[in-house]
C-alpha cells in the first residue's frame, strides 16, 4: 500500500475520564504494516472566540488568568461550546456580551484552530466581529472571569504582541493575524454559519 492510503481507525477504545470541560480515554488504532499503536486523547467541547474590531480598528483582548500556565495572558473573548444546540455564532455573539459588554451587527468566520491535534479534539472557531455597540454585561461569575481586565488595542500593536510572544493563546494568535489579513484586503472571511467539518462532537454526545 503506497503512502498516503492506510485507512487509520479505532479497534478499541476506553474511557479513562469524564470531567466538567474534558475527557480522556484510550484507544488502540491500527497502524500501516497490520501493528496497533496507543493513543491517548482528551475529548473537549470545542470553543469559539471573537477578533472584535471597533470604527477605529482596534482590537478587543481580556487579560484573564489561566491556571495551567500559571499567569494571565492576552485573550481574545472566547467560550466553551457547551449549550446544546446552540450554533456556534450564538455562542459567540453572548461570550462577547458576558466578557467584553458588546454586541457586533456583522459577523463573519475567521479561522479555524486545532489546539493540539496530536493528543486533543479541541477546536476552536475564531470570528471577525464588526460594528460593534455596548449591551449590559449581566452578572458576573465569581470566578476568573471577576477578574478579567479589558483593553482595546490597535490591530497593527496587537500584531506585534503576537510575533513578541505577548500573545500565545493559540486561537487569539490566529485570530489576531487573520483579522489583520482581511482587514488589510488580502483575503475576505467566510460567512458567520460556514461549514465546520472538525468540530468537537464526542464530548457532547457523552451528555445526552
Known amino acids: 500500500m503506497a503512502a ?7 479497534v478499541s477504545s476506553e474511557d479513562v475520564y469524564a ?13 500501516p504494516g497490520g501493528s496497533v499503536a496507543v493513543r491517548e486523547v482528551v475529548e473537549h467541547p470545542g470553543a469559539v472566540a471573537v477578533a472584535a474590531i471597533d470604527a477605529e480598528e482596534r ?16 485573550e481574545l473573548p472566547a467560550g466553551l461550546l457547551d449549550v446544546d444546540g446552540e450554533a456556534p455564532e450564538l455562542t459567540a455573539a453572548r461570550e462577547l456580551a458576558e466578557e467584553a459588554g458588546l454586541a457586533a451587527s456583522s459577523w463573519s468566520t475567521l479561522v479555524d484552530v486545532a489546539a493540539s491535534p496530536g493528543f486533543t ?3 476552536v472557531r475564531v470570528f471577525l466581529a464588526r460594528d460593534l455597540s455596548t449591551v449590559d454585561r449581566g452578572e458576573i ?13 490597535p490591530l497593527r500593536e496587537a500584531m506585534s504582541m503576537v510575533l513578541s510572544g505577548e500573545i500565545v493563546n493559540a486561537s487569539s494568535v490566529g485570530g489576531v493575524l487573520a483579522a489583520h489579513a482581511v482587514l488589510s484586503g ?23
Open 121 to 123: 479534539d479541541e477546536v
Open 141 to 153: 461569575a465569581d470566578d476568573e472571569e471577576s477578574d478579567l481586565v479589558l483593553r482595546r488595542v
Open 4 to 10: 498516503g492510503e492506510h485507512e487509520f481507525h479505532a
Open 186 to 208: 488580502a483575503v475576505s472571511p467566510r460567512p458567520a454559519s460556514a461549514p465546520w467539518q472538525d468540530r468537537p462532537h464526542r464530548w457532547a454526545s457523552r451528555r445526552r
Open 59 to 74: 482590537i478587543v483582548l481580556i487579560h484573564q488568568y489561566r491556571h495551567p500556565v500559571g499567569r494571565r495572558l492576552w
Open 19 to 31: 470531567g466538567r470541560v474534558m475527557a480522556l480515554r484510550v484507544d488502540e488504532v491500527a497502524m
